[in-house]
Structure formats: structure tokens, C-alpha cells
């Protein structure tokens, strides 16, 4: 069977870690978070010592970590020198529902340092504390409500294109779906799952009888261009295609396998 995501994996597979397996997730799970917990901790002191600068300075970083996907400063400071204590692996790039998680935050500590600047503390704290508390579900849960609010509008809009769970890959696979490996045919001759068949993300509207019905799982590299693959085909008429994602999460479905 499939190794199944954990409840703490799949929050970080809905905050836009999708391109990576239960076991590259797991990997990452403890370094994830370590940039919240510092935040949170940094908007804690300046919220109960009444410091609109602190909470200032801690908005610049979250608006930051939006404009910036792999320059966020305190994945910097565990990239380059918390983590090799523990040996951990390096954080990647922050996907776009956690960078936009990041900007709310700093939107919401810009809001408590003007309400305090107003002589509001009572409506700074409450601010604060909202902010503190949704950080404390991320940082002990992974579940982000912003990320799950992200996907709850990007789905009733039609527009929600996340990649198989592998749990539901394993179920096609198991059913004779076919592994498409929309690379570029140098990537396939360097190494490609086995099994999986090359027909590259650009012209796979060209191939549309060789896919005919039959249920095809498509992966690439990152996940990118098995998504926008995704779509071609089915904007052709085929529906029963679906994004498995990165070259990576092809590998870990057909270990289980």
C-alpha cells in the first residue's frame, strides 16, 4: 500500500507543498515550522509589551516572505544555521498559499502596532491574539486556515488544479491507468519512472489518440508542467486525466507497488 500522508502532511500538502512525497513531507514537517514559531513569538512580545515597533518589524517580514518566496529571513537564518545542528534537510521555496498565509500575518501586525499607535490596546490585543492563536494551529498542526479558505474558493471557482492524492494514484494504477511523463525527451533518457511513457508537456495535444480514454496519471519534474499538461487535455475533451505531480511522487507510488 501507499505510505498515507499524516493529518500534519497534508496541511502542508494544502499550503502548497505539493510537489514532494509523504516522505520528503516528513522530512520537512519539524523545519516548516520553525519561521512561525519565531514570528509568532517575536509578535507575542510586541503585542504584551505594547511595542508597535516590534509588531512593525514583524509585519516587514511577513510582507517580505510574500515578495520573496525563498528569502523569508528566518528561513534563512534555519537554512544556513539551525539546521545543521540537527542535521535536518534544507526548507524549499514558500509555494504561494503560504507566502499569501505570511502576508495576512504581517497585515494583521501592521493593524494591532496602528490600533495601538491609536490608543486601542484593547482592540490591538484582540487582533493580536486572533493572529497568535491561528499561528498556533499552524505551528502544532500544520493546518492553515488561510491555505484551506484558499482552497475551499479556488475549488468553487473551478480553478483548483492540485495533484492526486497518492492514495487515489494507487487506486488508478491498481486499475491499469498509464504513467505519462511529460518531460522533454532529454529528461526521459536521463532517468524516468518505470513503466511511464514520454510525451512532452508542449506538444501533448498532439497526441491525443495514443491517450484515447484510458486513465493516464501525469507527472513531470516539479509538478508544473504535469498540471498545465492536466489541462490541455482535458480543455481537448479527456477527462479521465489527472495530475500526479512531481517526478518525485511518481517514484514513491511506484515503490509501494
Not at 534555519?78 to 497585515?107: D, K, S, T
Not at 499552524?138 to 492526486?164: D, F, N
Request: charged letters at 15%; hydrophobic letters at 50%; aromatic letters at 8%.
Amino acid at each position: 500500500m501507499t505510505e498515507k500522508m499524516s493529518f500534519q502532511q497534508k496541511g502542508l500538502f494544502q499550503q502548497g507543498y505539493q510537489e514532494y512525497s509523504p516522505g520528503q513531507l516528513k522530512q520537512l514537517e519539524w523545519g516548516l515550522r520553525f519561521t512561525p514559531f519565531v514570528c509568532s513569538a517575536l509578535t507575542a512580545y510586541g503585542l504584551f509589551t505594547a511595542q508597535p515597533a516590534v509588531l512593525f518589524a514583524v509585519s516587514l517580514l511577513g510582507i517580505w516572505a510574500f515578495l520573496a518566496p525563498a528569502a523569508h529571513p528566518m528561513d534563512l537564518l534555519y537554512n544556513h544555521g539551525i539546521r545543521h545542528l540537527a542535521g535536518a534537510v534544507a526548507l524549499p521555496e514558500n509555494p504561494f498559499q503560504r507566502r499569501l498565509a505570511c502576508l495576512a500575518a504581517g497585515v494583521m501586525n501592521c493593524a494591532a502596532a496602528v490600533l495601538f499607535l491609536l490608543e486601542l490596546p484593547n482592540a490591538a490585543l484582540g487582533v493580536g491574539l486572533m493572529l497568535l492563536a491561528l499561528q498556533a494551529i499552524v505551528i502544532t498542526t500544520h493546518l492553515c486556515v488561510l491555505s484551506w479558505m484558499y482552497e475551499g474558493i479556488m475549488r468553487a471557482l473551478g480553478k483548483w488544479h492540485a495533484p492526486l492524492s497518492l492514495q487515489e494514484a494507487e487506486a488508478h494504477l491498481v486499475a491499469g491507468a498509464k504513467l505519462v511523463d511529460v518531460r522533454s525527451p532529454n529528461e526521459f533518457a536521463r532517468g524516468a519512472v518505470p513503466g511511464a511513457i514520454n510525451l512532452p508537456a508542449e506538444h501533448i495535444d498532439q497526441h491525443l489518440n495514443a491517450l484515447g480514454q484510458d486513465c493516464c496519471l501525469l507527472y513531470c519534474q516539479s509538478g508544473a508542467r504535469s498540471q498545465i499538461a492536466t489541462q490541455k487535455l482535458r480543455a481537448s475533451g479527456l477527462a479521465n486525466v489527472h495530475n500526479l505531480g512531481s517526478k518525485a511522487r511518481a517514484e514513491a507510488l511506484l515503490q509501494e507497488n
